[in-house]
Structures are given as C-alpha cells and as structure tokens.
C-alpha cells in the first residue's frame, strides 16, 4: 500500500539552485526517512528524522517534520549535476517502511 | 556501513520459468527483511515482510503462492518467483533491518534484479 504523496512528481532546475520536495502521509509514524535512487540501481539512506523532531540538516540536506500537518520535506542546497535522482520519502510505523510516490529531480549543469 | 547483497541483478528467462532472488545482509544479522517491487518510473510497493524462522506477512493483493519468500537464517531471505509469466516482469529490490538494535534505524537495501520475462 502506498503511504503518501510527494510533490512535486518532477522537479527540473540549474545547478547552484536549491531543490525543495513535499511528502505528506496519513497515519501516526515512528520515524520518516529520506532515500535517493538513481536510475534503475537500489535505494541510498540520506536521512532519517524521528517523530519528536522538527529539523535536521546533514550536509546539503536539510530535513523538516510537521507531525500535526502530516508532512515533511526535503531541501538540497546549492545542487549539484550529481544530484538528479529520483527522491523519496518513507514512513516507518507499525515495523514496516512504507515509501510515498517520488519526485524525479533533473539537476542541469 | 551495513550491506545488503541481492543477487542476481538482471534475470532474462522465458514465461513458466521459476526465478529466485536471493537478499544477503553481510555484515549484520537481519530479524526481518523486505521485498518490494518498482515499476518503472513508479514508487516501491511493498510486497512482505520476512521474519527470519517464520512465515512471511504479505501485504494485500500480493499472492503468496506466486511470491514465495524464505528466511531460513538471519542473513540471508529469497524471493522465488513462480511459474513467471510476462506481468511477473519487474524491478524487484530487498531490504534488510536488525529489529535488535534500537528502532529508529534506517533500513539497508539491496542494488535490486532487473526481471525480465519474455
């Protein structure tokens, strides 16, 4: 089942400019986490933020939690040609990883 | 850091073929391993959970004659696709988590097999 929804479905900008997505979700979570995957390869872990948290920063990345809203999002700063990626934010509740639909970043050099 | 190891990473075999999957955690032990599947430029759906001596939990609408998933140790869970047929064709991809540390732990993911059914 799918948990959430990401927004936006694809995300297109210049290098040195900063990336922005949304992840909403509907039911209570332990924690949620943030993963890359380029194109056709597994999912890398780049962050994880825990329901009593609000921030959390990890180089570029900066991470928000809004548990009353049932939302996050993921800012990149300063991206990079690297960076283009498919994003995805997870919800960890009841012992299971349940991932929201994506945002395909195109970072242009 | 830990490493998930799915082998194979691409499968090409003909309709009727039974393919299998196998997910190892290589320097962890994992109570409980994931199998998803990924539609091309889709998210990942869950298709169960796989506790390490027991049987696997599926999630709703994934059959679990089709999809047979063994945990026989705590390092190593296959997926076995049976009877596959063309819409069985697919990027499958495990993961692994060790329930014994504390909970608020990120999961560990394999590289996933590209599975094509012709």
């Known amino acids: 089942s799918q948990q959430g929804e990401e927004d936006p479905q694809a995300l297109s900008i210049q290098e040195g400019e900063n990336a922005t997505m949304n992840c909403s979700y509907k039911?209570?979570?332990?924690?949620l986490q943030w993963y890359r995957q380029n194109s056709g390869r597994g999912l890398v872990h780049l962050i994880l933020i825990r329901s009593n948290e609000r921030e959390k920063h990890s180089g570029r990345l900066r991470v928000t939690l809004d548990t009353s809203k049932k939302s996050s999002s993921l800012l990149i700063t300063a991206s990079r040609a690297a960076d283009t990626a498919s994003y995805f934010c997870a919800t960890d509740g009841d012992r299971k990883l349940i991932f929201g639909t994506g945002t395909r970043l195109q970072v242009f050099p | 850091g830990a490493v998930v190891s799915q082998h194979p990473s691409r499968v090409i075999c003909k309709s009727g073929t039974s393919v299998k999957i196998e997910c190892r955690s290589l320097d962890f032990q994992a109570t409980t391993m994931f199998w998803y599947r990924q539609f091309p430029k889709k998210s990942l759906m869950l298709m169960a959970t796989?506790?390490?001596?027991?049987?696997?939990?599926?999630e709703q609408g994934v059959e679990k004659d089709k999809f047979l998933i063994n945990h026989a140790s705590l390092t190593l869970s296959t997926l076995t696709v049976t009877s596959a047929h063309p819409e069985d064709s697919s990027f499958y991809i495990c993961?692994?988590?060790?329930?014994?540390?504390?909970?608020?732990?990120?999961?560990?993911f394999g590289d996933g097999t590209r599975l094509s059914i012709l």
């Open positions: 796989s506790n390490e001596g027991s049987k696997a939990t599926y």
């Open positions: 039911t209570s979570i332990n924690n």
């Open positions: 993961s692994a988590r060790d329930f014994g540390r504390t909970s608020n732990q990120p999961q560990h």
